[in-house]
């Protein structure tokens, strides 16, 4: 005839108590009683689970929604015009002029006009008076501003003609760049 379960419930807590007596016996304090660790490995487990799942499909929400806004930008640019990156990599010639209009007194292009309005009538509802210092600045007289920064930096005696040109073109780039 076996035991019941409480029975086995029963010696299996006897069992413990003889084993912590003993080992008060042999090093004075009492071990905490430890609890399978089975059932936390396993929901440790299925959290993890259920967070991979949860970034996964954010991924794809976040991709496919980025994909969207592209297709979306893509024909709002080419209603307009088309932008393109100027730098020393991808530098502008004297001919690429682009639509301009004069907006506060400042040359700007012709596609920025409107939100220029908008963006300065917004903060005018706000009390916030906004003037447009700067805008298009053409070739030629980007290669003058670019001219005097580095006869300026020449000018230095700590400077070397490499230095100097590094200087000029970190302070304002060169014309078409």
Request: proline share 5%; charged share 25%; aromatic share 8%.
């Amino acid at each position: 005839m076996g035991l019941s379960p409480s029975d086995k419930q029963r010696y299996k807590e006897s069992k413990r108590r003889r084993r912590q007596a003993l080992l008060q016996s042999e090093t004075g304090y009492i071990m905490p009683y430890r609890r399978s660790k089975k059932p936390l490995i396993i929901a440790l487990c299925v959290i993890a689970a259920v967070a991979l799942l949860a970034a996964g499909g954010f991924a794809a929400y976040r991709f496919f929604s980025a994909a969207k806004a592209d297709e979306t930008a893509a024909v709002t640019l080419t209603e307009q015009q088309k932008l393109q990156v100027v730098n020393r990599l991808h530098p502008l010639t004297a001919e690429d002029v682009p639509p301009l209009s004069e907006f506060d007194g400042v040359q700007v292009h012709t596609a920025i006009v409107d939100e220029l309005e908008k963006m300065q009538k917004a903060a005018a509802e706000q009390g916030i008076d906004l003037h447009l210092t700067a805008g298009y600045v053409s070739f030629a007289d980007q290669q003058a501003l670019y001219e005097k920064n580095l006869a300026q930096f020449r000018e230095n005696p700590a400077y070397t003609p490499v230095r100097a040109q590094a200087a000029a073109q970190r302070v304002v780039p060169e014309a078409g760049c």
